[in-house]
């Protein structure tokens, strides 16, 4: 209860860590609520009449293919938050458990760890993913994530790492092996919880590099073809040419959409950095 | 019978840099006794610990627990020299998990060893240390590491080691981020956990005076290498070494009439490092030996049989029989 | 007598915090004359890091809630930040706690030194600098060169001496020095400390020392104040407060010192198990 409080006193006082969270929370709970609340048969070709301004009956107008767009970024708006959580979580676990194993173990199979993900980490993704994406069959969702997940692992395992390798010569770690601890219970009861904040941390960088890169895949038209998510429908909207039409409606929301994640998530981040540094100061 | 750790003719070398050479040290056996292990930083007091810790390898000779190397240790020899040896460290912050409450670094030991067969136990056993070593339980279980004092906390982290029944406690610079008002108490409890309970102690410390409170006898580390090493009413009393003279020479008396000589030009410590020439020491007398330049043809002894001969004489009542 | 060089009357410092404003200095008085040395001793948290802080107006996040701080007949309290700036090494300067993290690890000695030249607008001629910071190396017994240095090729004792160097540069008043030994061993304690006393009876400066070590200070100042939670329990000549300190806290803080003299009161008392082992 203590703890909660403080908890909530600190982020009272972090206004950045507050409204990222607050706008995160919003597009999260639209994302989760909204596709119950829309028809879904609005968002298929031909539904309506194409090329409508936004009016009473569509609020953002129809795209050239005569789809619903408020429909559409209803639904595509999930798709896009899914593909990011996953590839998310995915790297972000690779990266704790490697940055964990580099850090604690050392040696040899942290010099194979660190060296790996420094090479990663000077390869462009970008290159790498058009590469791939451009030669699968057919694009999923799911496989989107993997593919981006495998290019974004590096940042937590470094971040762990060298968490790892710093609170394993604290005095509570030493302490915890007078007490008889070992190997993963050290890990596990000492270290981990102390790297929650760091964690989080990695997360919301991982999540954001993760999603730009869905993004910028999508609008390159090397995403899922037959899924609504964000990005597609900006390559579609470029596609059929909507900037050249002025059909700002189509191309607009979208990118509103899109800035709102990505400022929330920023701002996140920066708040969790104040908030882990002065962890790291204090405790 | 009690348990002997030592470290027999141990050199460590740090990237070429040696922190410690031909050191000879023990601590335990039939009769307890405190030693103190007085260095300054770069003495090699902190490579000490970790070694007779084994936390850490020599880089030749070797450490010894019960007769048997560390690295040779396994099962249950290896649980109980874990148990058996326990340390304190210096800073009473940093050793405890800001994650948990104060029980978690008791209970842990705890059911890690054995020890208890149920919750209740474990804390009526928990409750009966911290009362020895000057704690309310009641004011201090279930509290956050950051709720308590310097001293209180310290005064945790000796209730900790006491649970697991040790025959050694290691005891680096255990006084030094402590509040003055905090210190004599904290001594007090580690000369009783020795006069009481017959555990044997290493006190490493930069700090002669808390030495000369607590020790039977003293060992002066420097360079890696002992200096001098003698009872602790000697050693201070009548310092053999040029070394252990500087150091007592450069501590400031609580009585501001005795002179200081603060204008005097003092060089640093650094004259007194010994060179690449091998050094031993030799005993001046029973009771004491001093580092010299290497002697052939003459027996050289160490700093364990010094150990020894002063927890003999102790048992015996022939040295420090207070006034 | 000569009016004091530095006059603290009444000194509040309140620091506000999640749980209420909590007030670290109560209420501190004192002064001391030209060239005198005056000790302040307490426990960490007794408020007397807080008031050299409050003093050298860099407190983190705590405000100066009452009082006077006289410099020289000046009130410290009315300046505007500018004029503190001037203040500081010219009239004032502090010789920090940590000398590791208060010289910049990037910078040579000679430049830093150089630096609190520039600012306070003190010129030399061509070459004529290197001579005067080679000289001010010297007088805390170091050699000319180690301005050549950076901060990491010096041992603890050496960048404490740079840090006395530098707070002696522009010739002031008041040294206030913060536990300035108190990462030291023994010996170089005693070799930085006689260092600070003899630069400070050269130039004839007044020295605020702070510090946890009684025995320490007895050697070294003239007159101590004790404090305690935030106020200043006793204030008096040295050899007065150690032979009848008045408040038990005084007391308590001789009584705990060990000395080579007596050995701890404890190990007169009867063994338990009487006999020993």
């Known amino acids: 209860m203590d703890r909660f409080l403080f908890a909530a006193a600190g982020l009272y006082r972090n206004k950045s860590l507050l409204f990222g969270l607050l706008i995160l929370t919003t597009i999260v709970l639209v994302a989760l609520i909204g596709p119950l609340l829309v ?20 609020w953002l107008g129809t795209d050239a293919q005569g789809r619903d767009m408020l429909t559409v970024l209803i639904l595509a708006m999930p798709q896009t938050l899914k593909i990011g959580l996953a590839a998310g979580l995915i790297s972000l676990s690779a990266g704790v458990a490697l940055g964990l194993i580099a850090g604690f173990v050392g040696g040899f199979i942290d010099t194979v760890i660190r060296l790996a993900s420094d090479v990663m980490m000077t390869i462009p993704g970008i290159a790498i993913l058009v590469l791939v994406a451009s030669n699968v069959r057919e694009m999923t969702v799911e496989l989107m994530a993997v593919i981006v997940a495998s290019l974004s692992w590096m940042v937590a395992t470094r971040t762990i790492r060298a968490q790892t390798l710093s609170l394993r010569e604290r005095g509570y770690v030493q302490i915890a092996r007078l007490n008889g601890s070992t190997g993963l219970k050290l890990i596990f009861v000492e270290v981990l919880p102390n790297l929650l904040p760091f964690i989080a941390a990695s997360f919301v960088i991982t999540v954001s590099s993760a999603m730009l890169a869905t993004i910028g895949l999508e609008a390159l038209g090397l995403g899922p073809q037959n899924e609504l998510t964000l990005g597609m429908t900006i390559y579609w909207s470029q596609f059929y040419g909507a900037i050249i039409r002025g059909m700002w409606w189509w191309w607009g929301p979208p990118i509103v959409a899109i800035s709102l994640i990505f400022i929330g998530l920023m701002l996140t981040s920066a708040g969790m950095d104040s908030f882990v540094n002065k962890r790291a100061g204090t405790s | 019978m009690k348990k002997v750790l030592e470290v027999r003719d141990v050199d460590v070398v740090y990237s070429g840099k040696p922190a410690l050479r031909g050191l000879s040290l023990a601590v335990g056996g039939p009769r307890p006794s405190i030693t103190a292990v007085v260095g300054e930083s ?46 304190i460290f210096q800073d009473p912050f940093d050793v405890f998990n800001p994650f948990y409450r104060i029980d978690h670094p008791l209970l842990t030991p705890l059911k890690a060893f054995g020890l208890v067969r149920s919750r209740r136990e474990a804390y009526a056993k928990i409750e009966s240390t911290l009362t020895r070593v000057g704690l309310d339980p009641a004011e201090t279980l279930g509290k956050y590491p950051h709720q308590l004092s310097g001293g209180q906390r310290q005064r ?52 002669l005076t808390t030495a000369y409170q607590v020790a039977d006898t003293i060992v002066v580390l420097h360079g890696g290498q002992v200096m001098e090493v003698g009872a602790a009413e000697a050693v201070i009393h009548d310092p053999r070494h040029p070394y252990t003279k500087a150091l007592i020479e450069a501590v400031p008396s609580p009585d501001p009439d005795k002179p200081w000589n603060l204008d005097e030009s003092v060089d640093g410590p650094g004259r007194f490092l010994p060179g690449d020439e091998k050094l031993a ?20 002894t160490t700093a364990a049989a010094i150990q020894f001969a002063v927890s003999e004489a102790k048992a015996e009542g022939i040295v420090r029989s207070e006034p | 007598m000569s009016s004091p ?18 007030q670290a200095v109560k209420d501190v008085s004192f002064s001391l004359g030209p060239g005198e040395r005056f ?6 948290g007794s408020g007397k890091s807080t008031t050299i802080l409050a003093l050298m107006r860099m407190l983190r996040g705590g405000l100066v809630t009452g009082g006077e701080l006289l410099l020289n007949g000046r009130d410290l309290t009315k300046m505007t930040n500018a004029q503190y700036r001037a203040l500081r090494f010219a009239e004032m300067s502090l010789v920090p706690q940590g000398a590791m993290s208060s010289l910049n690890p990037v910078l040579r000695i000679g430049r830093q030194i150089a630096d609190i030249f520039e600012d306070h607008g003190v010129r030399h001629a061509p070459g004529e600098r290197n001579r005067a910071i080679g000289e001010l190396l010297q007088r805390v017994g170091l050699e000319p060169a180690v301005q050549n240095r950076f901060p990491h090729q010096l041992s603890g004792g050496m960048k404490q001496r740079v840090c006395i160097a530098m707070s002696i540069a522009l010739r002031p008043s008041l040294i206030l020095a913060d536990e300035p030994t108190s990462a030291l ?15 400070q009876r050269e130039l004839g400066a007044a020295v605020v020392l702070i510090g946890h070590d009684m025995a320490l200070m007895a050697h070294f100042v003239s007159r101590i104040g004790v404090m305690y939670r935030g106020e200043l329990v006793e204030i008096g000549p040295v050899k007065k407060v150690f032979s009848a300190p008045e ?8 009584e705990s010192l060990p000395s080579f003299d007596r050995v701890g009161a404890f190990r007169l008392a009867p063994p338990a198990g009487a006999g020993g082992a």
């Open chain 2, 281 to 300: 020491l030799y005993r001046t007398d029973p009771l004491r030996a001093v580092a010299a330049p290497l002697r052939e043809g003459e027996e050289a």
């Open chain 2, 156 to 207: 945790v982290m000796i209730a900790r080691a006491l649970l697991l029944d040790p025959e050694v406690i290691l005891a680096d610079e255990p006084v030094s981020m402590v509040d003055a008002s905090m210190r004599s108490t904290i001594l007090e409890i580690l000369y009783g956990l020795n006069r009481d309970l017959g555990i044997s102690l290493i006190y490493v410390t930069h700090d």
């Open chain 3, 247 to 254: 408040h038990p806290y005084t007391r308590m803080l001789i």
């Open chain 1, 39 to 58: 028809d879904g048969t609005l968002s298929r070709v031909g539904a309506t009449v194409p090329r409508q301004p936004p009016s009473g009956a569509h």
């Open chain 3, 5 to 22: 060089v530095l006059e603290i009357r009444n000194l509040d410092v309140t620091y506000p915090t999640a749980r209420g404003p909590f």
């Open chain 2, 42 to 87: 770069g003495s090699g007091k902190t490579t000490l610990i970790r070694l007779l810790l084994g936390f850490q390898d020599p880089s030749s000779g070797s450490v010894l627990y019960d007769g048997n190397p560390l690295t040779s240790l396994r099962g249950g020899a290896q649980r109980n020299f874990r148990r058996e040896v326990q340390a």
């Open chain 3, 185 to 199: 061993d023994v010996m170089v304690q005693k070799q930085v400390l006689g260092t600070l006393g003899r630069v």
């Open chain 3, 39 to 44: 000790g302040l001793v307490g426990e960490s």
